[in-house]
């Protein structure tokens, strides 16, 4: 088994705040989703996609995938996908976050333990451009059992390697490599941004 072959995005959720799905965001008429692939295709021999609409990748040569667990959020995710990875790791990330930063995962490739590695900026943990391993899926479902759903708080009794801030923002100064477009004000802000820099 590889250790660092798969990679898992989740295409899932209510984007209630963005107010259309947003697997299907846009970014100079072509599918953000499809952007992060192809910066993703080069360093994963593995492609998932989790999704709730799987007959909108079809002909994608890609692994597409649903969740096992219905209605569980991002951890129901995360599962499906592990479920599923031909890998030890799995880097897992969510189809809002336009900036894929291949340096820091090769960094955070290295800086793994038994069930992982993810983000730590004080207090708070970023779910998501993380490692998780195939020995979390376990885990997850006994979790998921107690009709609880933070991801943190389940990492937070797992043996997961914290990277702190000050290493990640090395990679990021700005943080932008954790960037989420959760609402129209994001998207329009982002797209500003682009546009900025090509210009």
Same mark, same amino acid.
């Given at each position: ?22 697997q299907? *965001? !846009?970014?100079? &008429? ?11 295709? +080069?360093?994963?021999? /593995?492609? @998932? ?20 667990l ?11 996908? *592990? !479920?599923?990875? &031909?890998?030890k ?7 809002d976050?336009p +900036?894929?930063?291949? /340096?820091? @995962?090769?960094?955070m ?91």
């Amino acid at each position: 088994m590889k250790l660092f072959g798969t990679c898992i995005i989740l295409a899932g959720g209510k984007s209630s705040r963005m107010g259309f799905d947003k697997q299907f *965001l !846009k970014v100079d &008429k072509r599918r953000l989703m499809y952007s992060i692939i192809s910066k993703l295709e +080069n360093e994963f021999d /593995e492609i @998932i996609i989790v999704t709730n609409k799987p007959e909108h990748y079809i002909g994608l040569s890609h692994k597409i995938t649903m969740d096992i667990l219905k209605e569980k959020g991002p951890l129901g995710g995360i599962h499906a996908g *592990l !479920k599923q990875a &031909k890998s030890k790791y799995s880097f897992v990330m969510a189809c809002d976050m336009p +900036n894929v930063n291949i /340096e820091y @995962i090769r960094y955070m490739k290295e800086n793994t333990s038994k069930m992982g590695s993810t983000t730590r900026f004080k207090d708070w943990i970023e779910p998501f451009c993380s490692f998780y391993s195939k020995e979390m899926v376990k885990p997850i479902e006994k979790y998921l059992k107690t009709k609880k759903r933070s991801i943190t708080h389940l990492l937070m009794d797992l043996d997961i390697n914290y990277i702190e801030e000050k290493d990640a923002r090395e990679f990021s100064p700005s943080w932008d490599m954790f960037l989420n477009l959760n609402t129209q004000n994001d998207l329009e802000i982002f797209l500003n941004a682009e546009k900025e820099s090509c210009s």
